[in-house]
């Protein structure tokens, strides 16, 4: 039901709270902010942060160990850069990988500044199914978040699309061409197109995205294309074939002293059976969150009208080990032998890492 508990949020809304933080073994983090090749010994790329995590299964042509992956993106000092890291039980990350999709090295270009790895095509928008790539024309694909400029988000920012035989190393599916863009954009979204969410439904791809218009507040919106168009880029033709929906922004900055009065950013959306409903993980941060970024949730059936849970799933702040006093936002969420994995973004005066809470209690490694 949709009605509010005082103190708590929307009865919906609470299969997701009281979930568990894990106490990674990085000073509670379980990416640290620079991860080190256990190989050699050096940081992966320089890192200095880590951010917008993506945990999903391996492909069955991946050639590398581990049954899971996780796509990363790390700062070097001057821009983003995507990596990869392998697992065995979503717990503890193996970082030899490195670097597996870089910016562009040709000035000019929309992704010279950075990439960040957005989403892959999954195979099912499940919340609790397995995070399995699907193939279109006999290759997976995904969506990456791009700046044109060098250093931290300089720009306007852009997306843009990518493929993989093996699931591990990515190829741009065109170097000039981003499928979403500020041009032709409406005022909410002009300044900056930020990070990219893929669902495939009904035969369509929906692209949810966050964006920063006139009024330097960032909100949520959506464009789609046909799966029978997908990827939608025309390089020779310099245009893109997705459509933004005129309903944008879908998730809006709320009234003054709720928690997304300056952010609602970073959607994250999925089926879920049990509740029988489309659910999205957000962040807000505004004048009701003290300057803090923190974890938000909405709801939809039909994924255009969202009802936005106004309370927090979880706020900056809450994990034990210190590690995200500042923020926890931009999640990744996967279930494996019916429990949930959710990683976010932690911010801190430890640094920029990826935090871990779990939906059940995994052992001593667990904090109250």
């Known amino acids: 039901s949709g009605n509010p508990v005082v103190g708590v949020g929307f009865v919906w809304s609470d299969k997701f709270r009281g979930w568990h933080y894990y ?174 969410n893929l669902v495939l439904h009904d035969g369509n791809v929906y692209d949810f995205y966050n964006a920063k218009g006139s009024t330097g507040n960032e909100q949520s919106g959506l464009a789609t294309i046909s799966l029978s168009d997908f990827p939608g880029v025309d390089t020779s033709a310099g245009v893109s074939q997705w459509q933004r929906n005129p309903a944008s922004p879908l998730i809006r900055n709320g009234p003054k002293g709720s928690v997304d009065t300056q952010m609602a950013s970073d959607p994250k959306v999925w089926y879920d059976d049990e509740l029988g409903c489309w659910v999205m993980f957000y962040f807000g941060l505004g004048d009701g969150s003290g300057g803090h970024a923190d974890i938000m949730a909405a709801r939809s059936s039909d994924l255009i009208t969202w009802e936005k849970d106004p309370e927090p799933i979880y706020k900056a702040g809450g994990h034990p080990a210190g590690i995200d006093d500042r923020h926890a936002h931009k999640v990744s969420l996967i279930y494996k032998d019916g429990v949930g994995y959710l990683y976010y973004t932690a911010i801190g005066k430890k640094g920029n890492g990826i935090a871990l809470l779990t939906s059940q209690p995994l052992g001593s490694a667990m904090l109250v």
Do not use: H
Request: glycine share 12%; net charge negative.
């Open 23 to 196: 106490n990674g073994q990085y000073d509670g983090f379980v990416v640290p902010p620079s991860p080190v090749d256990p190989a050699t010994g050096k940081k992966i790329a320089d890192g200095q942060a880590t951010t917008c995590s993506i945990a999903l299964e391996a492909t069955p042509e991946s050639k590398l160990k581990g049954s899971y992956r996780m796509f990363y993106t790390i700062f070097d000092g001057s821009g983003y850069r995507t990596a990869l890291a392998t697992s065995d039980d979503l717990l503890a990350w193996d970082f030899s990988p490195g670097v597996v999709f870089d910016r562009s090295e040709a000035a000019g270009l929309f992704d010279y500044g950075g990439v960040t790895f957005g989403c892959p095509l999954y195979g099912n928008a499940s919340i609790t199914g397995p995070r399995t790539m699907k193939k279109v024309n006999g290759k997976y694909w995904m969506a990456y978040g791009a700046y044109p400029l060098r250093g931290l988000e300089q720009g306007s920012g852009a997306d843009g699309i990518a493929w993989s035989l093996d699931g591990d190393i990515w190829e741009r599916e065109s170097t000039s061409v981003p499928f979403m863009s500020v041009e032709g954009a409406a005022a909410w979204e002009s300044s900056v197109i930020y990070q990219p």
